[in-house]
């Protein structure tokens, strides 16, 4: 099999949006953050894992009062409003991030052995939402597969049960299908992640993932065993005029250094800035060309 991809993956809360996608929903319900996630804390108190609480929070509050209802198009469209950081978008013709990676493999040396980039998005969010997202951006051409969690409906086109859920150790579940190519773009069986296989369509060292929490030391861990590259991003918090609070953004980065660096379970710790010039944006090219180089260097050996 020729191991010519490199996968790109993301976390999507606070990695690639500033704020948790959830809060579009409340702000549109004109309903307080803390109101909502102090409901589905008491979900997990009686205990259901994080995600399942707050989708079953989603699922009480609908049933509870007809204004919270919600269909997975609902969703995808209150998806669209959700911000992501600076230097992802493409949209109002702007340049993202994602032009330049490619730009990178159109170079000859990778044509030559049509080294491709993937991008993925493994996320405990909605996928309805991150696809809205992604698609309001006019980015979504250039990630592969969202794995996120998704929503049944009943009868009358409300979200009544979860589909599938993505914590902790499911994102790294999702490392292994996209390594060994069980991927719901190419109409995969899922059940063929747990196949014995030889030879893997994106080996580990060939993957870039970035995260910013708990639910991400699986995943940082995984890629830290079998020599991938593994970044933690932390969000710069914001005064009023759009200065950074340094105060605030101390904690936040205390708080990633503890996660990541401290623990030895991510290489880096970055500002999620994915502008020009910013350490983040030099990274994820810095990376993308190692890796380019890798692979080529593996074919020439080859021959």
């Not at 080294?115 to 309805?128: A, D, R, V």
């Not at 698609?135 to 049960?161: L, P, R, T, V, W």
């Not at 589909?163 to 292994?176: M, N, R, S, W």
């Not at 190519?181 to 196949?195: A, E, F, I, M, T």
Request: charged letters at 30%; glycine letters at 6%; hydrophobic letters at 35%.
């Amino acid at each position: 099999m020729k191991q010519n991809t490199i996968a790109l993956i993301f976390d999507f809360d606070i990695t690639l949006s500033p704020n948790f996608q959830q809060k579009v929903l409340f702000d549109h319900w004109n309903m307080s953050e803390d109101e909502f996630w102090t409901k589905s804390r008491a979900n997990q108190a009686n205990g259901y894992d994080m995600e399942h609480s707050y989708l079953k929070t989603l699922i009480d509050l609908g049933n509870e009062d007809d204004k919270y209802k919600l269909s997975n198009d609902d969703l995808y469209q209150f998806g669209k409003q959700v911000v992501l950081y600076d230097g992802l978008s493409c949209k109002d013709g702007q340049k993202s991030i994602f032009d330049d990676l490619t730009d990178i493999l159109k170079e000859d040396r990778y044509k030559e052995h049509d080294i491709k980039l993937e991008c993925y998005c493994i996320s405990g969010g909605l996928t309805p939402m991150i696809k809205g997202a992604l698609e309001a951006n006019k980015i979504d051409k250039y990630f592969q597969d969202i794995f996120a969690c998704s929503m049944d409906e009943d009868k009358d086109g409300y979200i009544n049960f979860p589909k599938e859920t993505v914590g902790h150790t499911i994102k790294t579940q999702k490392l292994f299908m996209i390594s060994k190519g069980v991927l719901p773009s190419l109409n995969s069986n899922p059940n063929d992640v747990n196949k014995l296989i030889t030879s893997y369509r994106v080996p580990f060292e060939n993957m870039i993932f970035l995260g910013d929490g708990q639910t991400d030391i699986p995943a940082f861990s995984l890629l830290n065993q079998y020599g991938g590259t593994s970044i933690a991003v932390y969000r710069e918090e914001k005064n009023e005029d759009g200065s950074i609070d340094e105060k605030a953004t101390s904690k936040t980065y205390e708080a990633g250094y503890k996660l990541a660096i401290e623990s030895k379970r991510a290489e880096q710790l970055l500002s999620a800035d994915y502008s020009s010039g910013k350490p983040l944006k030099m990274a994820l090219l810095h990376n993308v060309r190692k890796i380019a180089d890798k692979i080529v260097l593996e074919f020439k050996k080859q021959t």
